[in-house]
Nanobody, 123 residues
């Protein structure tokens, strides 16, 4: 069965860095675009970044541009999110997701979801 397992979350101070990973299995990883989403308490889930099947095209929400980098290793079926210069407003549960759409950004366009990893940025 399809599995997406996130790791790398934790507690970090403002200005710090974290690298999230998402290990995929149970489907043809390279045939799906991938995305990172986050959901803070009391807020809707939002798209953070997306990456095309081959990794050449990326999308970032405005609030993380220049600070976060999404990447993928199709040989390892793994998705990454490098997060630098973290801010308290980045605190959320971060989810990875897979989409059959070429470069999806809408939650509804994603077929598979992980369970999430908590990122907490202290001020």
């Amino acid at each position: 069965q399809v599995q997406l397992v996130e790791s790398g979350g934790g507690l970090v101070q403002t200005g710090g860095s974290l690298r999230l990973s998402c290990a995929a299995s149970g489907y043809t990883y390279s045939s799906y675009s991938m995305g990172w989403f986050r959901q803070a308490p009391g807020k809707e889930r939002e798209a953070v970044a997306s990456i095309s099947r081959g990794g050449a095209v990326t999308y970032y929400t405005n609030s993380v541009k220049g600070r976060f980098t999404i990447s993928r290793d199709n040989a390892k079926s793994t998705l990454y999110l490098q997060m630098n210069s973290l801010k308290p407003e980045d605190t959320a549960v971060y989810y990875c997701a897979a989409s059959e759409v070429a470069l999806a950004t809408l939650t509804s366009r994603f077929n598979y979801w992980g369970q999430g990893t908590q990122v907490t940025v202290s001020s």
